[in-house]
């Protein structure tokens, strides 16, 4: 079946400290991937995506790169900032149209100054 | 324009009872899914409707849990009678439906809570 697996957190770090958080899926066929984030009291949004492979997702200095040949989908972000503390969420979706997203269980990074 | 909104934002109720959360779709999606987040574990889908149809309702854990959508516009979602294991953020999201994949949009979630 359809699974994303991310790092485990609760991950802290210092404000302008480098950040990577894992991902990795298992699909048939050729999913999109994406990362939502959900900070404090609101919903879940769209931070980036990518639909095919060698695809490199960016969005507010974060950016992932859709790896098939590790079916990765790892997020960095070369300098965090407070503001990004949020919980994110590596997802995809097994084919194009609209399906459900498959969702990792989440990682919550807590940036201090 | 308004996104997705859900009521209650917080529902606290004792095993055995009903509760029903309501989901407002941003106006013209006739994509609206409903998903769970249990404590701790990846947020799962639960159905897609699209418009007042149900396209999809392979999440749904037990005949306990019954959604509607009627007219295609809002959306509720009830449990009955709730169990503790029902606990947890349930979203809903929406989206347009031409095309390949669209950008599914999410409200802010209503927390359940079964005593």
């Known amino acids: 079946g359809n699974s994303v697996t991310q790092m485990e957190g609760p991950v802290t770090l210092s404000e302008e400290a480098f950040l990577t958080i894992n991902c990795t899926y298992t699909?048939?066929?050729?999913?999109?991937l994406f990362w939502y984030v959900q900070y404090p009291g609101e919903g879940l949004q769209l931070l980036l995506k990518?639909?095919?492979?060698?695809d490199k997702g960016s969005n507010k200095g974060f950016e992932a790169t859709y790896r098939k040949e590790t079916t990765s989908f790892h997020l960095e972000k070369g300098s965090v900032q407070v503001s990004d503390s949020a919980v994110y969420f590596c997802a995809l979706i097994r084919n194009s149209g609209n399906t459900p997203l498959v969702f990792g269980k989440g990682t919550r990074l807590s940036v201090i100054a | 324009e308004a996104g997705v909104t859900q009521f209650p934002s917080h529902s606290v109720i004792e095993k055995g009872q009903t509760v029903t959360l309501r989901c407002d779709p941003i106006?013209?999606?006739?994509?609206l899914y409903w998903y769970r987040r249990v404590m701790g574990k990846e947020i799962k889908f639960l159905l897609h409707?699209?418009?007042?149809?149900?396209?999809?309702e392979s999440g749904m854990p037990n005949n306990r849990f019954l959604a509607e959508r009627t007219g295609g516009t809002y959306s509720t979602l009830k449990v009955q009678p709730a169990e503790l294991e029902d606990s947890g953020v349930y979203f809903c999201?929406?989206?347009?439906?031409?095309?390949?994949?669209?950008?599914?949009?999410f409200g802010p979630g209503t927390r359940l809570t079964v005593l």
């Open positions: 409707f699209v418009k007042e149809s149900k396209q999809d």
């Open positions: 699909a048939t066929g050729y999913p999109s």
């Open positions: 990518a639909t095919k492979a060698d």
């Open positions: 106006s013209g999606h006739d994509n």
């Open positions: 999201a929406s989206s347009q439906r031409q095309g390949s994949y669209n950008e599914q949009f």
